[in-house]
């Protein structure tokens, strides 16, 4: 603890300072008011008014009407260190600022209630940053603190601390935070136990916003699905989806289904899964997005690379050519473990793709044992007659739904004869017509 001499060296908050800040910043939002001793260029140091609010750093001048001198959100620190008489230095994307508090109490408040606040935002995540740096205890001079601390957040968060993930990156981007997302995450959502987080709730706000909404499911563990079709998404959208899936542990399902992809998202997108061991992908929708093929042939092998298995891919109206096809189905019959895990399968609508010779890598992979239950390649000009002969041998078991209309029967001019088998479906599921 500092001396009674010490501080009383530090400026003292009246109650007319008090109000003054308080009329700048939203007075429910302040944690902590209190004077400290800030480090100059020069050498020296000044009287300034530290304030914490939830989400934000404040250092405002001595004087009323206060007026704030530099402000910046706690996901901007890079890191915290502690230093012998209760200074403290704090590095961010822009500067430096090193201060000295009253107490240690003082000092203690501080940096719990950033590592409080950080822990809140990342959900105890593996990917929370350590930003404070320290090597013994802070009577030495420095304590240690994880914002990723077991014991700093509660168990129990309406749709695992979702609001207060958005509210900070809100605070962070200088937008205002939507209550009514806030609300429909924490009522509605929460209530019905939904885990599909779908964009078409929020359709009515602005990119930026929605980018933001998007964001913050990087380290929720709620939501399992990310849900958005017949919606056009910008670049900041875009770009969120891509930060999101290479940091989410819990994110296993995926729809992006005519939402306006550029045709490089596949090839990022196979980077961003790479870079995230966690993730536990195992369903992935594009269709009706123009993407580039070999983009898409990169994403498919990375995508069976995913530790969960591949349940379900849909790359309806993709521009998919039969190159893509050969490295999917190659992939497919890489490994078992495809064959155990891969139920739905769509790769209708792409002219083409399975008019030639590469067709037989597909049929391979249909010809073994496997689990397919859905099964579409309308408007593959695939042939049919050579396609039943591998899903005699390898789909018949669980396969209930197969639409292959708008194909030819065969590409041959003379009828050979056909391998001779009853396929079983439900009326419903079986098209072979126009």
């Not at 997302?181 to 136990?193: A, F, G, L, M």
């Not at 079983?424 to 079986?430: E, G, V």
Request: proline share 3%; net charge negative.
């Amino acid at each position: 603890m500092a001396s009674k001499e010490t501080s009383s060296c530090f400026v003292s908050v009246s109650r007319e300072l008090t109000e003054s800040i308080r009329k700048l910043i939203d007075k429910s939002s302040i944690k902590f008011i209190r004077g400290i001793k800030l480090e100059t260029k020069n050498g020296k140091s000044e009287d300034r008014i530290l304030v914490l609010t939830t989400w934000r750093l404040y250092l405002m001048a001595v004087k009323v009407p206060s007026k704030v001198e530099m402000t910046f959100n706690f996901l901007e620190i890079r890191s915290i260190s502690t230093q012998p008489d209760l200074q403290v230095v704090i590095e961010t994307d822009k500067s430096t600022y090193s201060f000295r508090l009253q107490s240690r109490d003082h000092l203690d408040h501080v940096i719990n209630h950033v590592n409080y606040a950080l822990s809140r935002i990342f959900n105890n995540s593996i990917f929370a940053p350590s930003i404070c740096q320290s090597d013994s205890d802070l009577s030495d001079g420095s304590r240690k603190y994880s914002p990723s601390s077991d014991t700093s957040v509660e168990t129990q968060r309406a749709c695992g601390g979702f609001s207060e993930t958005y509210a900070a990156l809100c605070d962070y981007n200088g937008i205002s935070c939507k209550e009514e997302v806030q609300w429909d995450v924490d009522t509605i959502y929460h209530s019905q136990d939904n885990r599909e987080f779908n964009l078409l709730d929020f359709s009515h706000l602005e990119s930026r916003d929605l980018a933001v909404i998007v964001a913050s499911m990087a380290y929720n563990t709620w939501f399992t699905k990310l849900y958005c079709k017949d919606l056009r998404i910008g670049s900041e959208v875009t770009e969120q989806v891509l930060h999101t899936l290479s940091k989410s542990s819990s994110l296993e399902e995926i729809t992006l289904e005519n939402v306006g992809l550029k045709s490089d998202f596949p090839q990022k997108l196979s980077v961003a899964l790479s870079e995230n061991p966690a993730s536990v992908i195992h369903s992935l929708n594009l269709a009706h997005n123009t993407l580039d093929n070999q983009g898409v042939c990169n994403l498919i092998q990375q995508v069976c690379r995913l530790s969960k298995g591949l349940r379900l891919l849909n790359l309806s109206k993709t521009s998919l050519s039969s190159k893509g096809v050969v490295s999917l189905s190659q992939a497919l019959c890489s490994s078992d473990d495809y064959s155990n895990s891969l139920l739905h399968l769509d790769l209708s609508k792409n002219p083409g793709v399975l008019s030639g010779e590469d067709a037989s890598n597909l049929h391979l992979f249909l010809s073994q044992p496997n689990c397919l239950v859905h099964l579409d390649l309308s408007s593959t000009d695939c042939s049919v007659d050579s396609l039943f002969g591998a899903l005699l041998r390898g789909c018949c078991a669980d396969l209930s739904y197969l639409n292959l209309s708008k194909n030819s029967f065969s590409h041959r001019k003379v009828k050979d004869s056909l391998p001779y088998f009853i396929l079983i479906l439900p009326a419903s599921a079986f098209s072979l017509l126009p």
